[in-house]
């Protein structure tokens, strides 16, 4: 399951950061997954609450907001969602030559703190 390969990734992002506020309690968490992960809300959030266990994020919700991949196209200059995420073809025009501008990114998006 590469659920726990990015659940640690995000875990040890969002400790190394809180690192620098020491006085600090993480009230709430929120991260935007990118559609190409596959990643499996369920899942994540099991590897989350195992591994932050003993840490400054025990018990701190952790937010998931699913994104939709969107691409720009080099052949048409269009943007939107693909048919496909497997297969990354232009909806519009059906060309390759496309880049992804959203969907494709894990991020950090919110770490609310409160000062102790």
Same mark, same amino acid.
């Given at each position: 399951?590469?659920?726990? =390969?990015?659940?640690?990734?995000?875990?040890?992002?969002?400790?190394?950061?809180?690192?620098?506020? @020491?006085?600090?309690?993480?009230?709430?968490?929120?991260?935007? &997954?990118? %559609?190409?992960?596959?990643?499996? @809300?369920?899942?994540?959030?099991?590897?989350?609450?195992?591994?932050? *266990? $003993?840490? @400054? #994020?025990?018990?701190?919700?952790? $937010?998931?907001?699913?994104?939709?991949?969107?691409?720009?196209?080099?052949?048409?200059? *269009?943007?939107?969602? &693909? %048919? $496909?995420? =497997?297969?990354?073809?232009?909806?519009?025009?059906?060309?390759?030559?496309?880049? @992804?501008?959203?969907?494709? *990114?894990?991020?950090?998006?919110?770490?609310? #703190?409160? *000062? #102790?």
């Amino acid at each position: 399951m590469h659920e726990g =390969h990015f659940t640690e990734q995000i875990v040890e992002s969002i400790l190394q950061e809180l690192a620098k506020y @020491p006085k600090a309690k993480v009230r709430s968490v929120t991260v935007r &997954v990118g %559609e190409v992960f596959h990643l499996v @809300p369920e899942s994540v959030l099991m590897h989350y609450d195992v591994m932050t *266990k $003993d840490s @400054p #994020l025990q018990g701190v919700k952790l $937010d998931l907001i699913q994104e939709t991949l969107q691409v720009v196209c080099g052949q048409c200059n *269009k943007q939107g969602p &693909v %048919e $496909d995420h =497997h297969l990354l073809l232009c909806s519009f025009c059906h060309s390759r030559q496309v880049k @992804p501008v959203l969907g494709d *990114k894990i991020t950090i998006e919110k770490v609310e #703190l409160e *000062k #102790l």
